[in-house]
């Protein structure tokens, strides 16, 4: 019943940057992992980043580590991700999902119960 919205996405310059967030609508969202993944037209989902439920353990796609950080306020019922370094490649759609009850961080989308809308991440070049 958790619900997540997405929201902090837009149009910048390479090498910019923006931090998206997730909020879910429960407390049961501060219970279990969280991940970001993305869209682009014509290509798959792919994984970016995932926190697990404290908060201390995170993963993230070779892709984009060192320039994307995760992290949750679990008092806000808000997950973040900051992206620096915004690459032409990084754009597509950002997605947040949670729901992954083994409480940690996970690359596997089937392991998420929850998805949000969507937000779009338009980087130019």
């Known amino acids: 019943q958790d619900r997540l919205v997405e929201s902090g996405g837009g149009f910048v310059q390479a090498g910019g940057s923006l931090m998206l967030a997730c909020a879910a609508s429960?407390?049961?969202?501060?219970?279990?992992?969280t991940g970001w993944f993305r869209q682009a037209p014509g290509k798959e989902r792919e994984f970016v980043a995932a926190i697990g439920r404290s908060g201390s353990d995170t993963k993230y796609a070779v892709s984009v580590e060192g320039r994307f950080t995760i992290s949750r306020v679990n008092a806000e019922n808000t997950v973040y991700l900051q992206m620096n370094s915004l690459k032409p490649e990084d754009t597509a759609v950002y997605y947040c999902a949670s729901g992954a009850y083994s409480g940690y961080p996970t690359r596997v989308w089937t392991h998420y119960m929850y998805w949000g809308q969507g937000t779009q991440v338009t980087v130019s070049s």
């Open positions: 429960t407390r049961t969202f501060n219970s279990t992992s």
